[in-house]
């Protein structure tokens, strides 16, 4: 058999002739066992002679130095880009029936080895392809459409099991009966790891019409990340971003996001546009508590929603595509102010967006100053008489303030005189 230069190139090792493969989608056959596997596969059978020049990666013509019959072997090494696959290729001398099988090998062409690992014996038999150890992985699809799905981002539904193809990726194919808006979805790898796009997010597109399309999963190969793609006449993948509301979204209670729980359209969380695609909404009265958290959810929906990590109040942090909720701490009745900002978003790479949270805290009020304007007078005493005369209502913080000796906070005095007299002492000291 002769090899074309662009299908095989070798170079010979001490303990054989060692090669590697270079290959296109449209190149040899070889590439089609490209996989994440360190066992070897042997591909076809040549036959050299002492003449016999194959070149390596650098421009170097290497010679087999032995007439004979040999088998070649190929294992990736998990090195290349997108469009190459690399590996290594293994000539090794097939046993002739004639000699008496040995216990050492008596000519080259035993596997070269790793450095630190043993050597793997091939198949016995030219072409037969050895165990693979281990169990596969179980890869599912797991989508935001229950209609095409069976269920919404469920991880264990095996209806969504995608099966192992020859190259190692896996497959899954879907039939619609109708045109759907932002379908989005993930491979779930052994019910745990969830594997996005080539930016980590879910593949997010629309069917344009009945048909059917494929959900592909590639696993990772050495530093190329595993990713999903979809294909199909019908996918139209979503290349822009429009949308024309923002709200803000969390585990809301009393004050904080307006008692709302996890709604992403709850009216009153809709955010204000202050500037250009820079969204704001305030909280007042926020009171203390534990991992309070918060997202923004693009036009009252999760299909397009924003989290991140907080890293402290008013620092503008990187806002996650569909990221983990944000999650801080109030340590007492606080205002609370949520910012996105999405002036510089690129849809395309899904980064670019920015977040601030912001918590003030409320000064202590000034005891006695009941009419709010930062002092202790004579006007706040007479405020006091009046109230107990019952000429004019005091609001709850006002009897708050008015409580001068701390007797009864949050609810006001029943001692009149006592509290006039505090009262009357804090105006002396001012």
């Not at 037969?128 to 919404?152: M, Q």
């Not at 790898?189 to 997010?201: F, P």
Request: proline share 5%.
């Amino acid at each position: 058999m002769t090899f074309g230069r662009s299908a095989l190139r070798m170079y010979p090792t001490a303990l054989g002739v060692r090669s590697s493969l270079q290959s296109t989608a449209h190149g040899p056959t070889t590439s089609a066992v490209c996989s994440k596997t360190a066992a070897l596969r042997p591909q076809q059978s040549t036959t050299a002679t002492t003449s016999h020049f194959m070149g390596n990666n650098y421009g170097e013509n290497g010679e087999i130095t032995a007439a004979g019959t040999y088998d070649v072997y190929f294992r990736p090494d998990g090195q290349g880009g997108e469009d190459w696959f690399y590996g290594v290729m293994y000539v090794v001398a097939q046993e002739q029936p004639t000699e008496p099988a040995t216990d050492e090998p008596t000519e080259p062409g035993t596997e070269p080895t790793e450095p630190g690992t043993e050597p793997t014996e091939p198949g016995t038999e030219p072409g037969t392809e050895p165990t693979e150890p281990g169990e596969e992985d179980t890869v599912l699809v797991a989508g935001s459409e229950a209609e095409i799905f069976g269920t919404g981002w469920d991880a264990a539904n095996e209806d969504n099991l995608m099966t192992k193809q020859a190259d190692g990726t896996y497959t899954r194919e879907y039939t619609v009966e109708k045109a759907y808006d932002a379908v989005q979805l993930k491979a779930v790898v052994n019910g745990a790891e969830w594997i996005g796009d080539l930016t980590g997010n879910n593949v997010t597109f629309n069917l344009k019409d009945a048909g059917t399309f494929t959900v592909i999963y590639h696993p990772a190969v050495g530093e190329d990340p595993a990713y999903v793609e979809v294909t199909g006449d019908i996918v139209e993948f979503i290349t822009e971003f429009t949308y024309n509301t923002v709200y803000a979204v969390g585990n809301g209670e009393g004050y904080w996001l307006n008692g709302a729980d996890w709604d992403p359209a709850y009216a009153a969380n809709e955010m204000t546009e202050i500037a250009d695609d820079v969204w704001e909404i305030t909280y007042e009265n926020v009171p203390d508590g534990f991992e309070r958290q918060i997202k923004f959810a693009i036009d009252g929906a999760w299909t397009h929603n924003f989290g991140g990590a907080f890293e402290a109040s008013g620092v503008e942090t990187v806002a996650d595509y569909n990221g983990n909720n944000i999650t801080f701490d109030t340590d007492d009745i606080c205002t609370v102010k949520a910012q996105l900002d999405l002036t510089e978003f690129d849809f395309t790479t899904k980064t670019g967006a920015k977040f601030t949270i912001t918590i003030t805290y409320e000064d202590e009020p000034l005891l006695g100053d009941i009419d709010g304007d930062g002092e202790v007078t004579i006007n706040d005493a007479t405020m006091l008489q009046r109230y107990f005369a019952e000429f004019i209502d005091l609001t709850d913080d006002q009897l708050a303030v008015a409580d001068v000796n701390e007797q009864r906070r949050n609810s006001y005095p029943e001692d009149g005189c006592r509290v006039l007299i505090g009262l009357a002492e804090q105006v002396f000291k001012s």
